[in-house]
């Protein structure tokens, strides 16, 4: 689909329009190092706002810089994590840090391409990364952009893919203040998926998120605590405090233990050094 050089000239000013009035305030667009916007980046990543801004003040507090994560015990850093859901991305930070640490001397690279070479650091992430640490215009997209766009220039499309977004994303981007424009985009996307029913679901990219009670999820959640409260545990003592079938527990051990998440030393089973 192509779009009129005014109609893309209304949006953008319909979205800071509403931006200078109803902008959200949010602590990582108070601090702009590069290591605070990585930190609420990777947090952000399938995790809504509100639960993100109770932890993202104490970690930076806990932890102020990829030397301090990166030298932290895992332990400490899941044990912080704990609430945020999806722990894995707690290992992507902290080996993450260490790279940084070792490989860039503890600077964060402003390329997206070298950002997406860092555990869990997709295009997306390492676009948003650059656009708000180093106010560059580059191009991404996350959930809000897409009901934004979705709602405005494609209502009564639907399995609308992602490419064709993407070009509409670069050419209504203020290549001047790319970081302003995105978080207008992002609350106005926001306002949108809250005032109307979610565009988002003519994405093709579209995924209903299964029900978390009695979920793999829910279970990995349950072995972590346990592990993160006692210094080692059996698997019958994790079969009798997460009360669940051996077969799926052991299951689950075994995919936490692929993802660095847990170690196993004979019969016991620990949160990795």
């Known amino acids: 689909m192509t779009f009129s050089g ?10 800071y329009d509403y931006y200078s009035l109803h902008r959200r305030k949010m602590p990582w667009r108070e601090i702009l190092s590069p290591y605070s916007i990585f930190i609420s980046e990777v947090m952000l990543q399938q995790t809504q706002v509100e639960r993100v801004i109770s932890k993202y003040k104490v970690f930076l507090h806990v932890f102020p810089s990829f030397k301090s994560l990166a030298a932290a015990p895992l332990r400490d850093i899941l044990s912080l994590w704990s609430g945020l859901g999806y722990n894995r991305r707690a290992v992507w930070l902290h080996r993450s840090a260490k790279i940084i640490v070792n490989k860039y001397q503890g600077k964060l690279p402003a390329d997206q391409a070298t950002l997406q070479m860092l555990p ?8 948003s990364i650059i ?66 029913s979610n565009p988002s679901r003519r994405s093709k990219h579209h995924i209903q998120q299964k ?20 210094v080692k545990l059996t698997k019958d003592d994790l079969i ?26 004979g019969d016991t089973y620990s949160i990795p050094q």
């Open 131 to 196: 656009a708000f640490a180093y106010n560059k215009p580059v191009v991404f997209i996350e959930t809000n952009i897409r009901s934004a766009l979705l709602h405005d220039f494609y209502k009564n499309k639907d399995n609308v893919h992602d490419k064709e977004l993407m070009s509409l994303i670069e050419i209504t981007l203020d290549k001047d203040n790319p970081r302003t424009w995105y978080w207008a985009l992002m609350d106005y996307g926001s306002y949108i998926k809250k005032k109307f």
């Open 120 to 127: 869990g650091i997709g295009p997306h992430t390492a676009g």
């Open 6 to 15: 005014h109609r893309l000239v209304q949006f953008q000013k319909k979205v």
């Open 240 to 265: 009798v405090l997460c009360d669940v079938h051996p077969s799926k527990l052991q299951n689950n051990l075994k995919d936490l233990q692929r993802e660095g998440l847990i170690s196993r030393d």
């Open 211 to 230: 029900a978390f009670h009695g979920s793999n999820r829910q279970l990995r959640g349950r072995i972590l605590k346990n592990l993160l409260q006692k």
